[in-house]
């Protein structure tokens, strides 16, 4: 993975905090609920933002593990996967700016494998200490969500397991920001990212770099 594909990644992730406040931003402001009055509630939210990037990473190892093998048996396979990766990217664009709402369809698919974990993390709450707020997040990390499987393609298409892990990891760190605002109490962020107009330079600014992957594959199918 080049350096530019990782600051890629986590500048995606960072712009999609956006996103990020309206599908985990619920769940970061509870864990000051979960969490015992008498503690600081820093080593949670780091735990379970641990726990949560952690299933990203995983993600996108399994992603790019996946991809590889497809390569080696199928010799369109890579470009089929860049194609993908940008037009899944194009949707999430269109998705925060409001422009097109299709890849719902995709969060709602993802329901049927949340519905099985998220039992899980209702026996984890309240947290007995922050170790105990790892596993929760492991599991809010499956949370069925566009921005994720958008990246993930991007991770599929990367040629390796390695660079699937790298991608998802860049990816998580750069959502870090908001949800650590949301759970802090820094609403000054989440009015921020919440303005009208800081949508749509967010969406812009995520198109943009969608069509630059879409050149990318265009180039590898004109090398077939």
Same mark, same amino acid.
């Given at each position: ?28 402001? #509870?864990?000051?609920? #979960? ?12 735990? +379970? ?20 093998? *497809? ?13 993908? *990766? ?22 709602? #698919? ?18 007995? *200490? ?18 994720? +499987? ?59 770099? #969608? ?14």
């Amino acid at each position: 993975m080049s350096e530019f594909t990782g600051l890629s990644a986590f500048f995606i992730g960072l712009a999609g905090g956006l996103h990020c406040l309206g599908m985990c931003g619920g769940i970061a402001s #509870a864990l000051r609920l #979960a969490t015992p009055s008498h503690d600081s509630h820093w080593p949670y939210t780091v735990s +379970y933002n641990l726990g949560r990037v952690s299933s990203y990473t995983l993600a996108g190892a399994i992603a790019g593990g996946l991809g590889q093998m *497809s390569s080696s048996f199928i010799p369109v396979a890579g470009p089929v996967l860049a194609t993908i *990766s940008g037009i899944m990217l194009l949707a999430m664009a269109a998705y925060l700016g409001r422009w097109w709402m299709g890849l719902t369809r995709l969060e709602r #698919a993802g329901q049927h494998l949340w519905k099985k974990l998220q039992p899980l993390s209702r026996k984890l709450v309240p947290f007995s *200490s922050p170790w105990a707020a790892l596993p929760y997040g492991i599991i809010w990390g499956w949370l069925p969500c566009g921005l994720v +499987y958008s990246v993930l393609t991007w991770s599929l298409a990367s040629g390796s397991a390695f660079s699937g892990a790298q991608i998802m990891l860049c990816f998580g760190l750069g959502t870090l920001p908001a949800l650590i605002a949301t759970s802090i109490g820094a609403h000054w962020v989440v009015n921020a990212l919440q303005k009208p107009v800081v949508r749509q330079i967010i969406a812009g600014l995520l198109a943009v770099f #969608a069509l630059i992957l879409l050149f990318n594959a265009l180039r590898m199918w004109l090398t077939i």
